[in-house]
């Protein structure tokens, strides 16, 4: 088991088609092309629809900005992640400007996925798939190893060691787990 560790400053943005904004892929496991999680760094600058994904469960956040409209909610840095069904394509509407947002999504009936703050330990078990996402950065901490952040990181391992984790940072992280 090790640690593969990604920020979106090393990623190419790539430019969504219709031109609202940019998408920096951190990870398509377990292949790009037939993905089972997806999760992305995206710069939205401009109001218009989600793309559509059937059969895909989506988790949203804000994470500079104002804030963005979606459904009945407002959402801006800090509030709680939003979870919704990947096909309704809601209309996004952007609050005072631009925003950069998280987004994971998970193709349903493919395993189980979970996602939680970062803000409480986590214990086993862990799943056969972990992963967390920091906007700040900070450190990770899996038994006696220490992992440095950067800002707008992903750290991932499969079939994690059975030990406690805890994220030492501020700002918004995630813990996500996926098992069969």
Same mark, same amino acid.
């Not at 940019?22 to 793309?51: C, K, M, N």
């Not at 989506?58 to 104002?66: K, Q």
């Not at 005072?96 to 009936?109: A, K, S």
């Given at each position: 088991?090790?640690?593969?560790?990604?920020?979106?400053?090393?990623?190419?943005?790539?430019?969504?088609?219709?031109?609202? %904004?940019? $998408? *920096?892929?951190?990870?398509?496991?377990?292949?790009?092309? +037939?993905?089972?999680? =997806?999760?992305?760094? &995206? #710069?939205?600058?401009?109001?218009?629809?989600?793309?559509?994904?059937?059969?895909?469960?989506?988790?949203?956040?804000?994470?500079?900005?104002?804030?963005?409209?979606?459904?009945?909610?407002?959402?801006?840095?800090?509030?709680?992640?939003?979870?919704?069904?990947?096909?309704?394509?809601?209309?996004?509407?952007?609050?005072? %400007?631009? $925003? *950069?947002?998280?987004?994971?999504?998970?193709?349903?009936? +493919?395993?189980?996925? =979970?996602?939680?703050? &970062? #803000?409480?330990?986590?214990?086993?078990?862990?799943?056969?798939?972990?992963?967390?996402?920091?906007?700040?950065?900070?450190?990770?901490?899996?038994?006696?190893?220490?992992?440095?952040?950067?800002?707008?990181?992903?750290?991932?391992?499969?079939?994690?060691?059975?030990?406690?984790?805890?994220?030492?940072?501020?700002?918004?992280?995630?813990?996500?787990?996926?098992?069969?």
């Amino acid at each position: 088991m090790s640690w593969s560790i990604i920020s979106a400053d090393q990623v190419a943005p790539q430019r969504w088609k219709n031109n609202g %904004g940019w $998408t *920096r892929e951190l990870l398509a496991w377990p292949h790009p092309a +037939q993905w089972t999680l =997806r999760i992305s760094v &995206a #710069d939205i600058e401009a109001d218009g629809p989600f793309s559509a994904f059937e059969g895909v469960q989506r988790w949203f956040a804000v994470l500079s900005g104002h804030g963005v409209r979606l459904y009945d909610y407002e959402l801006h840095p800090g509030s709680e992640i939003l979870s919704f069904d990947g096909a309704l394509a809601p209309d996004c509407e952007l609050v005072e %400007g631009p $925003t *950069r947002d998280f987004n994971l999504m998970h193709r349903r009936g +493919q395993g189980r996925m =979970r996602v939680q703050a &970062a #803000d409480e330990p986590l214990a086993p078990p862990l799943g056969q798939w972990l992963g967390l996402f920091s906007a700040a950065g900070g450190t990770l901490v899996h038994g006696g190893r220490r992992m440095p952040l950067a800002p707008l990181s992903l750290a991932w391992c499969e079939q994690p060691a059975a030990q406690p984790l805890r994220f030492e940072g501020q700002g918004g992280a995630w813990w996500m787990s996926w098992s069969e």
